[in-house]
């Protein structure tokens, strides 16, 4: 067996494992209010929408910079953002059919982009596709400082604006009537929404990164009704999907630590639809085998009591 011994005194391993970690905490905890505000597509309308970003920096720039590839996904990313809110809020397009359109749209664009890149003279694409499905093994110290300040960011963020993003989520009129900027606060969400894609796409790409986003929070409204309780799990669960990728991935050949990630996080999703207290499979089953129990005492006690009472007469 793996050891993790081995694991952690690998800097390169350590270097993964952590911002694996970063990146499933700072996903988790801003993908809980996406998943409760009813727009589990926008992460992945996000996550496809900076392709054409990073292909256009590289286009402009000629050189394969992470950090220009970064900056071109963010400005993607906040264009979606406004391509989608003001489809939403100047026509009669629903919201679900504006992240579908943007999602298609920003997708289809970038693999056009990515195309005439790899058929070009200047240069070829190599690099350029990893951040279809990310390359978690090419993570660094800067890769993994970045992630620490950007998880800090979503976390601190939704931290200060708790309430706010609360009633948002549940009751956005309510919220606009005693004088939130709903409309702010939409914003805001979503380029934290941003910001966190933009910092994954590098570990799992923009095709599984809406995954991270949003599968720990399903995970998590599985094991409690509170909110905060919610949200801190979302993150844990997020983490330990990191972890348990990373593990995997280090403990074979050619195993890759962003799509294993997404499936570990995916596996959590599973153990908490089977097993998690009042909403698991599970719980329900033995609920309703009570209440049937319960049902069939009655029905047979009212049985003897009338059976009684048509003796006594």
């Known amino acids: 067996m793996f050891d993790w011994l081995q694991l952690l005194s690998d800097p390169n391993a350590r270097w993964i494992l952590l911002g694996s970690m ?5 996903g988790g905890v801003i993908g809980s209010f996406a998943y409760l505000r009813k727009q589990a ?15 256009i920096a590289f286009m402009l720039s000629g050189s394969k910079s992470i950090g220009l590839f970064l900056i071109g996904a963010a400005v993607a990313g906040v264009a979606a953002t406004y391509g989608i809110g003001f489809m939403t809020r100047h026509s009669r397009i629903k919201p ?7 999602l298609s749209v920003f997708f289809g664009l970038g ?3 990515l195309t005439r890149i790899q058929h070009s003279g200047s240069g070829n694409q190599s690099g350029l596709d990893k951040f279809l499905f990310g390359q978690a093994a090419s993570m660094v110290r800067s890769d993994v400082i970045t992630m620490a300040v950007i998880s800090a960011v ?3 963020a939704c931290a200060l604006l708790f309430k706010e993003f609360k009633l948002l989520s549940f009751d956005p009129g309510f919220a606009r009537g005693v004088g939130y900027p709903t409309v702010l606060l939409d914003q805001l969400v979503m380029l934290l929404l941003v910001v966190a894609v933009v910092a994954g796409i590098q570990a799992v790409g923009v095709v599984l990164m809406a995954a991270l986003l949003i599968t720990p929070a399903v995970s998590a409204r599985y094991w409690t009704e509170k909110l905060g309780v ?11 999907s990191g972890i348990a990728g990373t593990w995997i991935s280090a403990s074979g050949n050619n195993l890759p630590t962003g799509p294993l990630t997404v499936l570990a996080c995916t596996a959590i999703f599973g153990i908490s639809v089977v097993a998690a207290p009042k909403r ?10 009570m209440a049937r129990s319960r049902l069939a005492r009655e029905s047979e006690t009212e049985r003897l009591r009338t059976e009684r009472g048509e003796q006594a007469l």
Do not use: N
């Open 22 to 26: 970063l990146l499933g905490i700072g």
């Open 41 to 55: 597509l926008m992460g992945d309308a996000l996550s496809h929408a900076a392709l054409p970003g990073v292909c």
């Open 96 to 102: 679900d059919a504006a992240l579908a359109i943007v």
């Open 111 to 113: 693999i056009v982009l």
């Open 154 to 156: 979503l976390i601190g």
């Open 230 to 240: 919610m949200v801190v799990l979302s993150g844990l669960f997020g983490a330990l």
């Open 280 to 289: 698991g499979i599970v719980a329900k089953r033995v609920i309703r085998a």
